[in-house]
């Protein structure tokens, strides 16, 4: 508990850094903004995985405390091998907060737990509608298109890996299934 809170201490010490990178936009969004900034920047690894950390915690949270309860529940009952009552949880979430990408990211992440790949697939294109630059989505979604379609499956993994210079397990994926995609160079 001690951490998280210090995490969120820190986005809150870090925001007036970032300034406003668009008039008008909501602080948070100006917050994720400057820290894709500075991940597509970073110059190591560990703080590169630093920033990431901060994203996926302010992705997290989607601003409505009904929200963060149900996706708890939801994260509790999957854990709990319960994916029945997952799913009903999940489904509730998105029909009540269809803008958090984080929602459509984690019942994705059910579905395929479920066997439904299809399913997935609709709910991290949508996750990707709404954060175009969740790197976690395209990750995800990579991997279910690698199968069918895999130069699609490599442009979602290149886009990753420019907003994620440093992540070296995503760099060896994108130079693997380019060697698949494309062969070998002379």
Request: proline residues 4%; without cysteine.
């Amino acid at each position: 508990m001690r951490r998280i809170f210090a995490v969120f201490l820190a986005l809150g010490l870090l925001a007036p850094m970032f300034g406003a990178s668009q008039a008008g936009a909501p602080p948070r969004q100006n917050l994720i903004d400057g820290l894709f900034q500075k991940l597509g920047q970073a110059e190591d690894p560990e703080s590169a995985a630093q920033l990431r950390a901060m994203i996926g915690a302010l992705w997290s949270h989607s601003g409505s405390p009904t929200a963060d309860l149900l996706m708890a529940r939801a994260e509790t009952a999957l854990r709990a091998q319960k994916a029945e009552i997952a799913a009903k949880l999940l489904d509730r979430v998105v029909t009540l907060y269809p803008d958090w990408g984080q929602a459509w990211r984690r019942r994705a992440q059910s579905a395929v737990e479920d066997g439904d790949r299809e399913a997935a697939m609709l709910d991290l294109s949508r996750a990707l509608s709404i954060e175009p630059r969740d790197f976690l989505a395209m990750r995800q979604l990579s991997e279910l298109l690698r199968e069918s379609r895999k130069a699609e499956a490599l442009d979602l993994l290149r886009r990753a890996a420019e907003l994620d210079p440093q992540d070296k397990v995503l760099a060896r994926e994108v130079e693997a299934l380019s060697r698949e995609v494309e062969g070998r160079g002379i």
